[in-house]
């Protein structure tokens, strides 16, 4: 007989693979267009006719910008539930939680010293 942790298993990788191929395959069968012609296909933004190449390069900084954002933002997520029970951790916690930012501090002083955050 098959163990029960294994049909669990075997159960839960067949909803995994459910769940994000039943919005694709609905998009693209029931909910999708049926007919596409050249003013659907048109590239439109904001209600304006675009002029010239529709693709421009952005600059490498604005991306440098997010990604450090995004690396405080997560530490910001990590650190709120710390600062919440704060009287209730124990030293490890608190040693772990200073490594922590010890990490993303560390980030920061490298990004800062190689000019990433100047603005050109």
């Keep these: 007989m098959v163990d029960n942790n294994w049909i669990f298993i075997g159960v839960f990788l067949l909803i995994a693979g459910l769940f994000p191929a039943a919005p694709i395959i609905m998009g693209s069968m029931i909910f999708g267009p049926k007919k596409g012609n ?8 904001c209600g304006v006719e675009t002029v010239g190449d529709t693709w421009v390069q952005f600059k490498m900084q604005y991306y440098i910008f997010t990604l450090v954002f995004v690396v405080f933002d997560v530490g910001m997520v990590f650190l709120f539930p ?3 029970a704060y009287q209730q951790v124990s030293l490890f916690a608190a040693l772990a939680v200073m490594g922590f930012l010890f990490i993303i501090v560390g980030g920061l002083a490298y ?8 603005w050109v």
């Design 38 to 45: 050249a003013v659907k296909s048109s590239t439109y933004e």
């Design 82 to 84: 710390f600062a919440i």
């Design 111 to 118: 990004v800062w010293q190689k000019g990433a955050l100047r």
